[in-house]
Every structure is written in structure tokens, then in C-alpha cells.
């Protein structure tokens, strides 16, 4: 699933393409099993995109008459401008003749149109914790948190409590510069603050390479993160930790694959 680096990337590309930009007509492909995925797309014709945020990995547009329009990628969504195929779900016809669509293959991703504000259809977004690069994100709250939770420190970091965006590739990467074992449930104030540094400077870094592509996740001009040479940790099982050069080993955390360091990372 594309994390906060991957959706800002995103998000960088899109704004300048839509703020400004009136919707003129919308199409969507809704299926039974899955009512959810769309939500009050209805709504958007005739409304004006204001620009294009983020949070965690939402992308939130705010529309005018007090709207937003907020859009999740999921597993393999992705959007092109003036694309037509298989996998195209949603689209939205703008008001200088181009139209932006939304492609899913598995159709995890969401579409919804709510109140500004207001996420009670979406409670993930609702619960989430601070955005990672910004002043809310705490260090003493930071440092707080992870005395109180009883959960292993992975497990906690992907449920967006403590911080917003934080995913299975980047957790793995934190938790490897800061030195701190990811089933580890006791992390003291001085491996947190640690882990709060390594967060930043690894979402940081992925941002500006756009982003990690394996397989599915390419931005808005078809082209692919640059940043999936540069892990040191995530799917590196069995290769040489490039610390103390022991062998990386994977287990399996909270139904997550995990790969760390059994030398370096201690509990």
C-alpha cells in the first residue's frame, strides 16, 4: 500500500494540476460488495477544487461550498489524466477539457465527498495521529505514547495512532536507524526520541527520491519512486545488516512481514 511518501508525492503532482479547476461532470463504477468505495461522488459536479493536502495517506481536497473531497489510493490505486483501460474506476471531467481518472485494480481505494471536517465515514482518517513532519508531532507526546502502550512498538506505529503514514516499508526503515527491535514493548524516552529522529529523516529522504515503487504504485506522470534502492531494512532479508554486516532476518509481527536486525536492533 502506498505510504505518506508515495501519497505526497502524489499529492505534489496533483496540486497544481487541480487547484482552480471546476468539475464539470463525474462518472463512477460502483460495485454491491463494496458500497463504501464511493461516497457522494454525486456531489461533485459544479464544485471548484481549491487545491489539494494530505494527511497521513489521504489525499483531502477542499471544494468550495464548505466540501472536501477526500481520496485514498489503497492497495494499487493510482491517477492519470486522459487515460482509458480496464482498471479505471471514477472519473472527473474538469473545466479546462482534460479528465483526471482513477485506476484500481483491487479496489481498495476510496472516493468520498464529506463535509469539510467532518470524517465520520471515515474513521481512519478520523483517529488518525500527527502528520510526521509537522510541529504536531510531539516529541514529548511522542515519547508519552510509547511508555503507555503495551503493544510491540511496530504493530503501534501502523496503527496511525502515534503518527499518521507510517507503513510497513518505513516502519521497518525507522526502527532500523533507530537500533530499536520491532517487537520491542518497552522503548524509553531516549531510543523514542531516537525513533521520532529516524521517522522524520526516513519519510524525508523517501520524499524527495518519490516514493518507493515495487510493483504498483507510480505517481501522476506514469513514473515510478526512486527511492526502493535506498532501504537498508525492509525486504533485505538475508542480506548483510549495513551496520555490523549480520545477516538480516524476517519474521512475521502483528501479520506483517518484518525485517530487522537481530545484532543491532534489540529489544
Not at 463504501?36 to 493536502?53: A, E
Not at 514529548?140 to 512498538?153: E, K, Q
Not at 502515534?162 to 531516549?190: C, F, K, M, Q
Amino acid at each position: 500500500m502506498p505510504e505518506l511518501p508515495e501519497v505526497e508525492s502524489v499529492r505534489r503532482q496533483l496540486d497544481p494540476e487541480l487547484s482552480g479547476r471546476t468539475i464539470t461532470d463525474a462518472w463512477w463504477d460502483p460495485i454491491p460488495t463494496l458500497p463504501r468505495q464511493f461516497h457522494q461522488v454525486g456531489l461533485l459536479p459544479g464544485r471548484k477544487i481549491q487545491g489539494v493536502g494530505r494527511k497521513g495517506k489521504f489525499l483531502i481536497a477542499p471544494l468550495d461550498q464548505g466540501l472536501e473531497l477526500i481520496l485514498h489510493l489503497g492497495m494499487t490505486g493510482a491517477f492519470r489524466f486522459d487515460r482509458d483501460d480496464d482498471w479505471v474506476r471514477a472519473r472527473l471531467w474538469l473545466d479546462d477539457g482534460r479528465t483526471l481518472v482513477f485506476r484500481d485494480a483491487r479496489r481498495f481505494g476510496r472516493i468520498a465527498v464529506v463535509e469539510a471536517g467532518d470524517y465520520g465515514s471515515l474513521p481512519t482518517l478520523a483517529a488518525l495521529g500527527p502528520e510526521p513532519l509537522s510541529e504536531e508531532f510531539d516529541l514529548r507526546r511522542f515519547v508519552a505514547d510509547l511508555g503507555r502502550t503495551r503493544s510491540a512498538v511496530k504493530p503501534y506505529l501502523l496503527s496511525q495512532r502515534p503518527v499518521a503514514g507510517v507503513g510497513n516499508i518505513y516502519a521497518d526503515e525507522a526502527l532500523w536507524t533507530a537500533r530499536i527491535h520491532p517487537a520491542s514493548r518497552r522503548v524509553g524516552p531516549t531510543r523514542a526520541a531516537a525513533l521520532h529522529t529516524a521517522i522524520r529523516d526516513v519519510l524525508s529522504a523517501a520524499i524527495e527520491r518519490e516514493g518507493t515503487t515495487f510493483r504498483d504504485f507510480q505517481m501522476v506522470n506514469g513514473e515510478s519512486g526512486r527511492n526502493a534502492s535506498f532501504l537498508v531494512a525492509y525486504g533485505q532479508e538475508g542480506r548483510p545488516c549495513p551496520r555490523c554486516t549480520t545477516a538480516l532476518r524476517r519474521m512475521v509481527l502483528g501479520g506483517r512481514g518484518t525485517t530487522y536486525c537481530p545484532r543491532c536492533q534489540r529489544p
